[in-house]
């Protein structure tokens, strides 16, 4: 699945490859894959002997295989695990040569993440100087269904300022952040100055964010959990009365933020969208306490299935400020695929 924010930018770069590909509701797709294709043939029967005996000799890559792989250049290898859909959004000669000017200059990548979500197998892989990047999702055959493959670019020098109020987490209980560091592989959001420092959390059990009809938002376990203001402060802007996407999966990209509820903190601005239509308790003007309910989770705006999207930023309007990095109580630093903890 992916869990969007109130924007989902394009990577683009000289070798950037992003294919994420989205059901009607918000999983990510396989449609087969796995084995090589083969090569041109005279005949029909020619080509399926070929393909026949790719299938039998051919031994799947790993998931911690792949980076090794990349290095190597066994991209006819890696392209043979693409989903039927994938392939159909990228050659293999686009993606060897994509490959081949990626790698050059790196010589290893390490494991920074690793995580199973609805049935997908998340990596990240950096190389040991931070400047390139791996991200690749595996179905339970070992298919790729997602991959992206970047430099990271420099760190800004923002990432070290903070703000000066100290934030308790918006919530309670355990959440699952599936959207949040300082690079764009851990958090897609860090590419645009607008919401550099946001993170988009969800709830998970057993390793899913639902359980049912993955189409209808009451089927995930973050849909209608209260939100907490995160710190003291008044309120400067509610939005109540966007709907909730329906199906899930189907998105607003009219309203990004959807229902929202800004508050000010001396200056700085906390920021929590996709709440859920109707469910704000609070009104423009109200003084709030660190912990008390401002309104329910939802699915409203940009998004592709029941988050929260909570961000700092030093103005009121999300489009015309900048992200701040967050100082979090206790030193707290979420990071993508952590289960963190929220006040009781």
């Known amino acids: 699945m992916t869990s969007r924010g109130v924007e989902h930018p394009n990577k683009k770069g000289a070798y950037s490859l992003m294919i994420l590909l989205l059901s009607a509701a918000v999983g990510l797709s396989a449609c087969g894959g796995g084995t090589a294709v083969p090569k041109k043939q005279d005949t029909p029967e020619q080509g399926a002997k070929a393909e026949s005996a790719v299938k039998s000799e051919t031994k799947l890559l790993q998931p911690e295989e792949l980076p090794k792989a990349m290095v190597e250049g066994r991209t006819d290898v890696i392209y043979s695990q693409f989903s039927s859909d994938f392939k159909a959004q990228v050659s293999q000669k686009d993606f060897k040569d994509m490959v081949a000017e990626f790698v050059n200059g790196a010589s290893a ?3 920074e993440s690793n995580f199973l979500l609805n049935d997908l197998d998340h990596r990240i892989w950096i190389d040991p100087a931070s400047r390139k990047g791996i991200l690749a999702l595996f179905d339970g055959q070992a298919a790729i269904v997602g991959l992206q493959i970047l430099e990271l670019g420099k760190p800004h020098a923002s990432d070290e300022q903070y703000t000066n109020t100290t934030f308790r987490l918006p919530f309670k209980g355990d959440w ?20 550099r420092y946001a993170y988009d959390f969800i709830q998970v059990q057993d390793g899913r964010s639902y359980q049912g009809d993955e189409k209808k938002n009451e089927s995930y376990f973050a849909f209608g959990k209260e939100v907490l203001a995160p710190a003291d402060g008044v309120v400067v802007t509610v939005v109540n009365d966007i709907p909730d996407n329906v199906p899930v999966g189907v998105m607003n990209e009219q309203n990004p933020a959807g229902n929202q509820v800004i508050i000010e903190h001396n200056g700085e601005y ?21 912990g008390e309910v401002i309104g329910q989770l939802g699915n409203s ?31 707290l630093n979420p990071q ?8 009781e």
């Open 270 to 290: 906390s920021i929590l969208a996709h709440l859920k239509q109707g469910s704000a308790t609070v009104k423009e003007g109200d003084t709030v306490k660190r």
């Open 301 to 331: 705006g940009n998004s592709s299935e029941p988050h929260l999207h909570f961000q700092v930023s030093d103005g009121k309007d999300l489009f015309q400020s900048r992200a701040i990095a967050v100082k979090w109580e206790q030193g």
């Open 336 to 343: 993508r695929g952590e289960i963190i903890q929220g006040g």
């Open 109 to 111: 990548f390490h494991e």
């Open 176 to 195: 699952f952040v599936f959207w949040g560091g300082n690079n764009v592989l851990f958090n897609y959001h860090y590419e645009h100055e607008i919401q």
